[in-house]
């Protein structure tokens, strides 16, 4: 991912933000159970994170909020897109590849998403993804992911 011309900027951006995205990228990209002590060079003591399946406040939260998430990663590599940056704001959308002990076999899983963050002072302080958990979760669980499939191809 790059951040100088391509992204789309709006307002007076934070000179540090391209910075702390490529880190924040980096991040996401070498993240698994045994590093996450990585966290600390992204994210703010006051860290707020919210995604589908939780909402925490603080580094040690979040950290521990982590290590439950990747406990069963096998793999978890993202693409990110572009950035749309407003000042401080950043919409950063990805495509999460996942492989998990627990879903589809450990087979890959793709899911589309967005994160949303506020950066100040050179860390993230808002963080909220947003992405389907169907997608993620749900649809690949054996039984009930034949349910939740039919149920959509009949709404849609």
């Not at 011309?5 to 391209?18: F, K």
């Not at 490529?22 to 703010?44: H, I, M, P, T, W």
């Not at 040690?60 to 998430?69: K, N």
Request: proline share 4%.
């Amino acid at each position: 991912m790059t951040t100088s011309a391509s992204a789309i900027e709006v307002g007076a951006p934070d000179s540090g933000l391209p910075v702390v995205l490529e880190r924040f990228c980096s991040l996401y990209n070498a993240l698994d159970k045994g590093n996450l002590n990585k966290l600390q060079q992204v994210y703010g003591e006051d860290i707020e994170f919210q995604d589908p399946f939780g909402r925490v406040h603080g580094l040690d939260q979040l950290t521990e909020y982590m290590a439950s998430a990747y406990g069963n990663v096998i793999r978890c590599q993202f693409r990110f897109h572009e950035p749309v940056i407003q000042e401080c704001w950043c919409s950063l959308p990805w495509v999460m590849e996942l492989q998990h002990k627990r879903v589809r076999g450990g087979k890959p899983v793709f899911v589309e998403g967005i994160s949303h963050l506020e950066i100040r002072d050179g860390k993230v302080r808002y963080h909220r993804d947003y992405f389907d958990a169907g997608q993620l979760l749900y649809e690949n669980l054996p039984v009930l992911g034949r349910m939740i499939r039919w149920v959509k191809e009949q709404a849609g």
